[in-house]
């Protein structure tokens, strides 16, 4: 969809760095949702966000954070990345209103060595 | 917290064969959603059910959501090459999240 972009596409990084995956929509969409995929383990909620100022954990939220100061952008920081969380992450986003679909980035395949 | 399992992990078809996922939540559910991802690619939205007992028909796809609203089922028709990839089942949860399945992936051999 070319309304929620995701950079870098590819990330490699070192241990203990700090980097920063960032997400911008354009639909004005309320709800934003950060995830990470890894093989047999389906798609896994790492924070979300019902509005700007707004956020909360998901299932898997250590080592992450987030902020969204701005409605359209809900960046994801790895304070200091470990190798464990090489992974693809994927932005998603949603209007308000339960039954809404999610509506997904390209994704960040991050790579930590 | 809410769990949904889907099975089969993995599935490897010969093209023209069908092919069915099934998804069974913990809990029952008010509605379901399924996405589609290709390989490389990323989740897009394919269907919901809302509706007990519901089926819903997208041109070889059938999606169907049980009586109790506990489990779901997509069935492919005659696969194709073009339907290789992953299917996800989701369910809701409180705060507009979503609860997905571990997805089943699908291969298709020519």
């Known amino acids: 969809d070319a309304g929620i972009t995701q950079s870098p596409r590819y990330k490699i990084t070192e241990t203990g760095r700090q980097v920063t995956l960032m997400c911008h929509q354009t639909?004005?969409?309320?709800?934003m949702f950060w995830y990470r995929q890894d093989l047999g383990h389906g798609l896994r909620l790492i924070y979300y966000?019902?509005?700007?100022?707004?956020?909360d954990k998901g299932e898997v939220p250590d080592g992450y954070v987030v902020s969204r100061s701005k409605t359209e952008n809900f960046p994801l920081t790895l304070e200091s990345a470990t190798r464990s969380q090489t992974s693809v992450y994927f932005c998603?986003?949603?209007?308000?209103?339960?039954?809404?679909?999610?509506?997904f980035g390209d994704g960040t395949r991050l790579s930590i060595l | 917290g809410q769990q949904v399992m889907q099975i089969p992990q993995y599935q490897h078809v010969q093209e023209g064969e069908d092919f069915t996922t099934y998804c069974n939540s913990s809990?029952?559910?008010?509605?379901i959603q399924w996405y589609k991802q290709r390989p490389g690619g990323h989740p897009v939205f394919l269907i919901q059910?809302?509706?007990?007992?519901e089926v819903k028909k997208q041109k070889r796809l059938t999606f169907q959501f049980g009586e109790a609203k506990k489990n779901s089922s997509l069935h492919i028709t005659a696969t194709q090459t073009t339907d290789v990839g992953t299917y996800f089942c989701?369910?809701?949860?409180?705060?507009?999240?979503?609860?997905f399945g571990a997805g089943t992936i699908l291969r298709v051999k020519s």
């Open positions: 809990t029952t559910l008010s509605n």
């Open positions: 059910l809302v509706k007990s007992g």
């Open positions: 998603a986003s949603k209007d308000s209103g339960g039954n809404q679909p999610q509506h």
């Open positions: 966000s019902a509005a700007a100022d707004i956020t």
């Open positions: 989701a369910g809701p949860e409180y705060g507009n999240k979503l609860v």
């Open positions: 639909w004005s969409h309320s709800y």
